[in-house]
């Protein structure tokens, strides 16, 4: 029949568009599985590090290391961390637009800001901002690597280093639960101390080979291991935010389907009516 | 006395060892160290090597580091390993395969740069045949 057969053509376009979405939602939700077990192995390390720094700065309260020390602010730098892909919801615009909100309130201060981005769409949204990117890595995939990440790190802690840039920042999407990621804004240098005074003690470690070397080490670690971190858990809220995304997408599409599938039957059923007076006017002409 | 201590193996990727030991094996920068209970605290690097742990009920078992810290408390051992993971799961083709490759980048270095890169590279690999070959002995002896 000839009745309806765009209409027909269309509710199939719009199967199997469900029918991608819905195994995207699909392999969002296995992929957010696995982030997660990810993000919770890799907090042993960060909180054992972190152990051992704030034992270390009791033991040498006189001794401070340059990334412990506030400094007066002239120009900040930022860490970046979002996704590579899109099709996300609003997961990487919401992390920008709290990004662009900060900028703003430093450079009205007069304040300077040198960026890092992780990940493509951070990359791609700040070059067009005409943002001064100094380091970037892309390209991360499900599982990142913390090579990956020392390079672009160690570009913002020299800058620190070298006095360019006076407080490091990283921004990225924290894991609250499936549906609710935060973008969050955490500091990296220099580092807050802990005033735990459980801590307290009156012994020393034995330093090989010196304890400033130790330290700095040490520090440069923990702080990897926190950007490193960042974009796991930002890994986890991608696939959270695209399994949401393309759940509702799924969704609206069946929605479609029916709306369309009711349009079908209409004019299916009004074909036949008028085929059938036809005849029946036909037939009494006769 | 405790004749044990706890014993952590960390990486920044994941928790690699967890247990109570009689003694740890680690190679620092200052030469190999041999840890047991009620060590004095001491926090030194570690280099690219093996790890070894006696546990408590005298099984021994290997990790292999590619460097990272070692924290040691009386209470315990906390290894900060850059990477690690279970010795058995490195295969010697791959290990000896990276080392030909960094002796190759070492042959022709262009600048300071490379060079440093490839030295480590090598040491790296050096040191995992060297554990492989290690476990390997131990286990055609056991």
């Known amino acids: ?286 | 006395m405790a004749s044990t201590m706890i014993v952590d193996i960390v990486s920044a990727e994941a928790q690699i060892y967890q247990g109570t030991a009689k003694m740890l094996f680690a190679p620092a920068v200052m030469g190999e160290v041999g840890i047991m209970p009620q060590h004095t605290p001491l926090l030194t690097k570690i280099k690219p090597g093996e790890v070894r742990v006696i546990t408590e009920d005298d099984q021994e078992e290997y990790f292999y580091v590619s460097g990272g810290m070692l924290e040691v408390l009386p209470s315990g051992v906390t290894v900060l390993a850059d990477t690690a993971q279970r010795a058995h799961d490195l295969s010697e083709a791959a290990a000896e395969e990276a080392k030909e490759r960094a002796e190759k980048a070492l042959a022709d270095h262009k600048d300071d740069v490379d060079y440093a890169a490839a030295e480590v590279q090598l040491a790296e690999a050096v040191a995992q045949v060297e554990a492989i070959r290690k476990i390997k002995k131990r286990l055609g002896k056991g």
């Open chain 1, 1 to 286: 029949m000839a009745v309806g057969k765009e209409i027909r053509n269309q509710i199939k376009s719009v199967k199997n568009t469900q029918k991608i979405t819905r195994a995207m939602e699909m392999v969002a939700a296995s992929k957010m599985r696995k982030a997660q077990d990810r993000m919770t192995a890799s907090r042993p390390y960060a909180e054992k590090i972190r152990n051992v720094i704030s034992h270390l700065a009791h033991a040498h309260p006189e001794y401070q290391h340059t990334y412990m020390q506030a400094r007066d602010v002239k120009r900040v730098g930022y860490i970046i961390v979002s996704s590579d892909r899109g099709l996300c919801g609003g997961l990487n615009s919401n992390l920008f637009r709290s990004v662009v909100r900060e900028l703003a309130q430093w450079s009205k201060k007069g304040i300077g800001i040198d960026l890092c981005t992780i990940g493509t769409k951070s990359t791609g949204y700040f070059s067009r901002l005409g943002s001064k990117v100094v380091a970037n890595a892309t390209q991360l995939g499900d599982a990142p690597q913390i090579e990956d990440l020392i390079g672009s790190v160690k570009v913002m802690l020299d800058l620190f280093e070298s006095g360019d840039i006076d407080c490091l920042y990283v921004v990225y999407n924290k894991f609250v639960n499936t549906m609710t990621q935060v973008p969050t804004v955490d500091q990296l240098v220099p580092i807050e101390k802990s005033d735990d005074k459980e801590l307290e003690h009156h012994w020393d470690y034995i330093y090989e080979p010196e304890a400033k070397d130790v330290l700095t080490e040490l520090l440069t670690r923990y702080i990897e291991s926190l950007v490193y971190q960042a974009s796991v858990e930002n890994v986890a809220c991608e696939q959270a935010a695209r399994m949401v995304a393309m759940k509702s997408a799924s969704d609206n599409a069946g929605g479609m389907i029916d709306d369309l599938q009711l349009a079908y039957n209409k004019a299916r059923q009004a074909a036949i009516t008028q085929e059938l007076s036809e005849i029946v006017s036909g037939a009494a002409a006769v």
